[in-house]
């Protein structure tokens, strides 16, 4: 069973950093692709950065280049996003997922079929 597992989430200062992880299990293809996604209340679900494990590629959504880094362990199904820099607008549910599909590197969720619980993220002005 496929289980994604997010931490890291908290309360924090604007400008301040956080640090989430995302664990992914239960299954064993080598190519795939791990997203962040947020969502913010009474808003869409966005689609916040990705990293594809066949080739280390990354994707960021305009709103947070520049301040947040996505990476992996080496190419395990162990994600980090590394979100400095945080602002108010940054506050609601992040998900991550997983996509073993290569056109999930446009963030498109449709194609994105495992998911996390999500971990919340509150940005205080």
């Not at 990705?50 to 305009?62: K, L, Q, V």
């Not at 945080?86 to 590197?105: H, I, M, N, R």
Request: charged share 20%.
């Amino acid at each position: 069973e496929v289980q994604l597992v997010e931490s890291g989430g908290g309360l924090v200062q604007a400008g301040g950093s956080l640090r989430l992880s995302c664990a992914a299990s239960g299954f064993t293809f080598d190519r795939f692709i791990i997203g962040w996604f947020r969502q913010a209340p009474g808003k869409e679900r966005e689609g916040v950065s990705c990293i594809s494990s066949r080739d280390g590629s990354t994707y960021y959504a305009d709103s947070v280049m520049g301040r947040f880094t996505i990476s992996d362990d080496n190419g395990k199904p162990t994600v980090y996003l590394q979100m400095n820099s945080l602002k108010p607008e940054d506050t609601a549910v992040y998900y991550c997922a997983l996509s073993f599909s290569p056109a999930a590197q446009a963030m498109d969720d449709l194609y994105y079929d495992y998911w996390g619980q999500g971990t919340r993220v509150t940005v205080s002005s």
